[in-house]
Every structure is written in structure tokens, then in C-alpha cells.
């Protein structure tokens, strides 16, 4: 499993090849703009980028994905099937040009390819915990560890995103979903009975640290 991002303005295009993608088992996230995928990009691990998109291209974005972060899997779909246009976008940093109409099983067949050359993994952590994606199996210091499923989701979504900083509200968005009416408090509880079981200290954190009056990260590095 992968974090997956695609982005095009055609309705269609998200519907179907979103479907197809989540067949595969990855967990899809959507945009339509170059402004919604610049947002979405810090958290996903491969993104499906449509050329011409309104405002910020989608070219645009893959220049300056490419520049943050040169290792970063990009494949860019385009109506623009010339020679020169295909190695336009492979010059700007794109892993892969797929060209339109394009068949969504082969468009997913090409992230599974990419995401094996990139070598994005199934499994996160470090320090001595082992987070699995596939599985679902969370280990601590070689000792297995049960977790309730949000417990899970959590600890999979922090230490996917070593250092990255999670407001409360965007993990309520990532791990329940933005329709479930509950408070930003259900986090702090649910965080407060893993850190429990990872047996954490509160003053000296080895896996979540507290970003005080913004929310949680996982310690990069850790």
C-alpha cells in the first residue's frame, strides 16, 4: 500500500482511476488543482499529475516537487502526445508520461512499477518499532503490540511523516474522515492510550512529540 495522489480537473478521470488504484490497495487521495495538489503532496508517496490544469499546471508542480524533494515518484498524464512535449515533462522531472486516453489499469500498472523502483516501503518506524502497512502489524523492540484500528491509523499516519507536523484537525481528517462529527479532543485521548502502550514518556518522548498549541509529530529520526 501507497499513498497515491491524483490530480486532474476531469471528474471522470479521478472516479475511475482512483478505483483502480484502491483496488490495488493504496489509499488515494483526489485534487483538481495545481493549488490543491501543492497542499496534498507532503502527504502522499507517489503523485499521478495532469499536465494542464487550471491556475498552476500541472507541469509547474512537478518542477517544483522535483526541486523539494528530487527522489520523489511523479508521473505526469497529458493530451499532448509529441515527441517534444513527452520529453518536455520528462525534463522537468517526471518518472513516467502517460498520454490520453489512457487505459487506468495501465496507468496503475505504472505506479506499481514506479513505486517498486522507488522503493517506497510498506513498513515505517524506526528505533526499534516497526509499523507495517500491509499487514497491520505494529512491533517494539521485537515484541508485538495490539492496537485498536484508530490507534493504528495514527501511529501509521505520524510515522509515515517522520517530522512532519499534524494539526488536530488534519488528523481527525486523515484518520476518521472530515464527515465524522467528533471533537478535535477524541485525538488527544486516542494519542494518549497509544503513547501508553509504545510506553512513552511524557517529558522525554522517544516516538510523538507534542508541538505545543499546533498538534502532534513523529520524531525524525526516531
Known amino acids: 500500500m501507497a499513498r497515491v495522489l491524483i490530480v486532474d480537473d476531469d471528474p471522470a478521470i479521478l ?20 493549488v490543491q ?38 508521473i505526469l498524464l497529458s493530451a499532448r502526445g509529441e515527441e517534444e512535449d513527452r520529453l518536455r515533462g520528462l525534463d522537468v522531472g517526471a518518472d513516467d508520461y502517460v498520454t490520453k486516453p489512457f487505459s487506468p489499469r495501465e496507468v496503475a500498472a505504472r505506479v506499481r512499477a514506479l513505486l517498486r523502483r522507488s522503493g517506497v516501503r510498506d513498513v515505517v518506524g524506526g528505533a526499534g518499532l516497526s509499523v507495517n502497512a500491509r499487514t497491520r502489524e505494529v512491533t517494539l523492540d521485537g515484541a508485538p503490540l495490539t492496537l485498536t484500528r484508530l490507534e493504528f491509523e495514527l501511529l501509521l499516519t505520524l510515522a509515515g511523516h517522520p517530522g512532519m ?20 479532543r477524541v485525538v488527544d485521548v486516542h494519542l494518549a492510550g497509544l503513547r501508553r502502550k509504545l510506553g512513552e514518556d511524557a517529558a522525554r518522548p522517544r516516538f510523538i512529540e507534542t508541538v505545543r498549541g499546533v498538534g502532534y509529530r513523529f520524531r525524525d529520526g526516531a
Not at 472516479?15 to 495545481?34: C, K, N, P, Q, S
Not at 496534498?40 to 500541472?58: I, R
Request: glycine share 8%; net charge negative; charged share 30%.
Open 15 to 34: 472516479e475511475i482511476l482512483g478505483a483502480y488504484l484502491r483496488a490495488d490497495g493504496h489509499d488515494v487521495r483526489e485534487a483538481a488543482t495545481g
Open 165 to 184: 507536523v499534524w494539526t488536530r484537525e488534519r488528523l481527525l481528517d486523515r484518520v476518521w474522515g472530515a464527515d465524522d462529527p467528533v471533537v478535535e
Open 37 to 74: 495538489a501543492r497542499a496534498l503532496l507532503p502527504e502522499v508517496d507517489l503523485a499521478v499529475l495532469d499536465w494542464m490544469l487550471p491556475g498552476v499546471s500541472g507541469l509547474d508542480v512537478a518542477r517544483e516537487q522535483r526541486r523539494a524533494h528530487p527522489d520523489f515518484p511523479l
